[in-house]
């Protein structure tokens, strides 16, 4: 344990940047989920989001926190949250670190009817049992309905029930379980990103 002098921050005395900057390089690795859409007019989306978990295992529900916009759409709301709340449905697409570069050039402020498949150079592929789009390139693609928004403050929970999950066979390790070393997650830090190294365990493994 560190005998280092510890630096106490409270809330009260710190700017909203200054706790966000406190909080992603504190609350690390975080998966990305890469969120593809459409919206009412059939305009395809896709975007990434690090505040992204397990809510629940049954009934199997994953949640993801989507903020205000930024940049040139400073305090907009995104696309995604748009999407989803009008078409009620959505796809998670897991990150492989190959995918990394297609990933962030969706983090970009751009017009809503910008269709961000095309600017990642990934391929579209339908849904298995929803109406909207999925990654092709993407390891893992998890279908959600959505089950409920809740606003806290000026970000917004987006709670979604899983209705199907698509896995490439080469992943696959049998007994619903997935391979991970075999499609090398990517992982968010605070404006940076990791891949993880060799796993281990400490005893018994979970079946």
Not at 100 to 117: D, I, L, Q
Not at 143 to 161: H, N, T
Not at 176 to 186: F, N, Q, T, V
């Amino acid at each position: 344990m560190s005998k280092e002098q510890k630096l106490i921050f409270n809330t009260i005395d710190l700017r909203e940047d200054e706790m966000y900057k406190l909080l992603i390089g504190s609350v690390i690795p975080r998966p990305i989920a890469w969120v593809s859409s459409k919206s009412k007019d059939g305009i395809l989306n896709l975007a990434p989001f690090s505040f992204f978990t397990v809510a629940s295992r049954n009934p199997p529900t994953l949640l993801i926190s989507i903020g205000p916009g930024v940049n040139e759409r400073m305090g907009s709301i995104k696309d995604t949250l748009t999407n989803i709340r009008e078409v009620k449905e959505y796809i998670i697409n897991m990150v492989p670190e190959q995918l990394g570069e297609a990933m962030y050039r969706t983090s970009a402020s751009v017009e809503a009817e910008k269709n961000e498949f095309e600017l990642a150079g990934v391929t579209v592929q339908n849904g298995k049992v929803l109406n909207v789009p999925a990654v092709r390139e993407a390891p893992i693609s998890i279908e959600l309905k959505l089950d409920q928004i809740i606003p806290i403050g000026g970000d917004y929970l987006v709670l979604g029930k899983v209705e199907c999950v698509q896995i490439d066979e080469a992943i696959y390790a049998g007994n619903y379980k997935i391979a991970i070393d075999k499609w090398k997650p990517l992982a968010s830090l605070a404006g940076d990103f990791a891949g993880l190294r060799p796993s281990f365990s400490y005893g018994r493994k979970g079946t």
